[in-house]
T-cell receptor
Framework: GAGVSQSPSNKVTEKGKDVELRCDPI?????LYWYRQSLGQGLEFLIY????????KSGLPSDRFSAERTGGSVSTLTIQRTQQEDSAVYLC??????????????FGPGTRLLVL | DAKTTQPNSMESNEEEPVHLPCNHS???????IHWYRQLPSQGPEYVIHGLTSNVNNRMASLAIAEDRKSSTLILHRATLRDAAVYYCILRPTGANSKLTFGKGITLSVRP
């Protein structure tokens, strides 16, 4: 069956450029999460969506990071004026309902971002 | 949030059982215990979760101590494909239960 998909798989960009990362969650999943994984910081939470709303943006590291979700489905994570420390794997996950403590999160393969 | 403590690494032989420990002495009564694993170059994948009782599924078993201050993930017969980083995670009850990952335990499987 179709799982969580992310695009692009890999992205190389120059410092100062903007990038957009896309996540297609499993159909029918209402909760969507963005995480990132870097060598120095491990796996860290960025933002959570319930439907199209983002009630928890507490993990976004700076105002250069933003995300939106449309139609309760696809989500886009945008990083403006990229910096070298933004280099990481950006992971998206979705879960069926409200993302409660007993629910499973299904992860995509990630987008590997390298900022030169 | 309550934290978990795991050894950094563990080695196992193929086709033998593996017991991966996790300590969570500050767990609250409504925290679920989740295990995820991450194979090389892949996103994390769900393994198993429980609240109070031991749990079994097709991938593994989860043994939870009676006082819930520790748990053990059991892989009954390790395969080479089980080599991964295993994360023990506590998830508090409530909506938006984001996953807070620690360093996990790196499992190596010898053929």
């Amino acid at each position: 069956g179709a799982g969580v998909s992310q695009s692009p798989s890999n992205k190389v960009t120059e410092k100062g450029k903007d990038v957009e990362l896309r996540c297609d969650p499993i159909s029918g999943h209402t909760a969507l999460y963005w995480y990132r994984q870097s060598l120095g910081q491990g796996l860290e939470f960025l933002i959570y969506f319930q439907g199209n709303s983002a009630p928890d943006k507490s993990g976004l590291p700076s105002d250069r990071f933003s995300a939106e979700r449309t139609g309760g489905s696809v989500s886009t994570l945008t990083i403006q004026r990229t910096q070298q420390e933004d280099s990481a794997v950006y992971l998206c996950a979705s879960s069926f309902n409200m993302g409660g403590a007993g629910e499973t999160q299904y992860f995509g393969p990630g987008t590997r971002l390298l900022v030169l | 949030d309550a934290k978990t403590t795991q050894p950094n690494s563990m080695e196992s032989n193929e086709e033998e059982p593996v017991h991966l420990p996790c300590n969570h002495s500050t767990i609250s009564g409504t925290d679920y215990i989740h295990w995820y694993r991450q194979l090389p170059s892949q996103g994390p994948e769900y393994v198993i979760h429980g609240l109070t009782s031991n749990v079994n599924n097709r991938m593994a078993s989860l043994a939870i101590a009676e006082d819930r201050k520790s748990s053990t993930l059991i892989l009954h017969r390790a395969t080479l494909r089980d080599a991964a980083v295993y994360y023990c995670i506590l998830r508090p009850t409530g909506a938006n239960s984001k996953l807070t990952f620690g360093k996990g335990i790196t499992l190596s499987v010898r053929p």
